[in-house]
């Protein structure tokens, strides 16, 4: 599905809308569209891919502040934005920078606007180019985190379309210099003074237009669809430790070198462990009698191992005990387990159980 890469209009929130409805309007989307929940689905895979994009301008104020003058002067070709009065400057609805195949970017329309005493002069790919990177979030669970092991992940991928061969026009279709801007891949318009110049949108700045686009693609170049790939986990990994799969992106152009896949993990929380550092905490309650009059308890740790641990007589509420090498082992080094008790006091008792309590607390002078 082409966009234009309308961002507010992709996270659906107002222009003047402040940065905390723009998180709340990409974490809904986000949730949404993420290809976990739409397995399979590459129509899902391209919008979690514009939410992205779109989160990743708007919530930046100034990324966001270029974007706004960008939309005022009306260079994203964005509908209903007026070029100015020199001519064959038409804008098109289908504009997506991503369609550009390297030709251009925001940031290098954002500049031109400022340098305004060079001529700017279109970048045709000649001849093979890297493909981009994609940067994708994968979730671990817990355990597999600790100990290391291998996730199966499914990362959104854009590759050449094989129909066209990344081309955009029917096999065998003729091509013709661009009407919209006479083969020089680029179209200039006048604001406030000053020239724009951005690519094309008509021929998506190669200059040259098919008779008859590609069915397979819709004349994109590209076709979007996930791909399952096995990551090996290692040991002790944390949430934001990131990785790289090289050649493992998005495929090259016309037979250049696949980009790499850069993995950022997430690891999942656990029911009973948490981590700090290279350390696991766990909480285990205690009543009342093992409190005050100390105890034998029996605790899991994530080796699967149960440790006896002794609680003394007199032990508070919040009291931590540690059990030395069961933590976290990662580069030859292993943390610690720390055991946290908390009071559990129960919801009811019996006429001689709370006679019994009384009984208690006036012997030992206490307020009740």
């Known amino acids: 599905m082409k966009t234009d890469k309308d961002y507010y209009a992709i996270l659906g929130v107002d222009e003047k809308a402040d940065a905390a409805a723009i ?31 779109a989160n990743g301008v708007l919530s930046d104020p100034a990324k966001r502040k270029k974007y706004d003058q960008m939309r005022k002067l009306g260079a994203l070709g964005f509908r209903g934005a007026r070029p100015g009065p020199r001519a064959g400057t038409q804008t098109s609805s289908n504009f997506s920078f991503e369609d550009l195949g390297g030709i251009g970017s925001f940031s290098d329309i954002f500049s031109s606007i400022f340098d305004r ?35 199966t992940i499914s990362v959104p991928i854009s590759e050449e379309c094989a129909t ?48 008859q686009p590609c069915g397979a693609c819709g004349a994109d170049g590209k076709v979007h669809q996930s791909r399952k790939i096995q ?43 948490t981590r700090e550092g290279d350390d696991i905490v766990v909480t285990v309650p205690l009543n009342l009698a093992q409190a ?52 559990k006091v129960p919801d009811t008792l019996t006429e001689k159980q709370e006679q019994q309590i009384r009984d208690f607390a006036d012997s030992a002078g206490l307020k009740w």
């Not at 009407?179 to 020239?195: D, I, L």
């Open 164 to 211: 066209c061969g990344g081309s955009g026009g029917a096999p065998g279709t003729a091509w013709k210099k661009c009407a919209e801007c006479k083969g020089s891949g680029s179209v200039s318009f006048g604001q406030g003074g000053f020239a724009v110049n951005r690519p094309c949108p008509a021929c998506m700045g190669r200059g040259e237009a098919a008779d």
């Open 23 to 53: 998180k709340k309007a990409y974490r809904r989307l986000a949730k949404k569209y993420h290809p976990d929940a739409n397995p399979g689905n590459p129509r899902a895979a391209e919008r979690f891919k514009d939410i992205g994009e």
């Open 117 to 151: 005493g060079k001529k700017a002069r279109p970048r045709r790919p000649s001849g093979p180019a890297k493909g981009s990177n994609v940067e994708h979030t994968a979730e671990v669970p817990f355990m597999m985190a600790a100990k290391g092991g291998k996730i």
């Open 292 to 343: 005050a009059l100390g105890s034998r308890i029996r605790v899991g740790t994530i080796s699967g191992k149960k440790v006896v641990l002794r609680i003394p007589p007199g032990t508070q509420p919040g009291t931590r005990f540690r059990i030395k090498g069961q933590g976290i082992e990662r580069e030859g080094t292993r943390g610690d387990q720390y055991v946290e008790v908390k009071l």
């Open 231 to 273: 990551v090996s986990v290692p040991p002790g990994v944390n949430s934001g430790a990131k990785m790289r799969l090289t050649g493992q992106g998005e495929r090259g152009r016309k037979g250049g070198a696949p980009g790499d896949l850069l993995i950022t993990f997430k690891v999942l929380p656990h029911r009973f462990f």
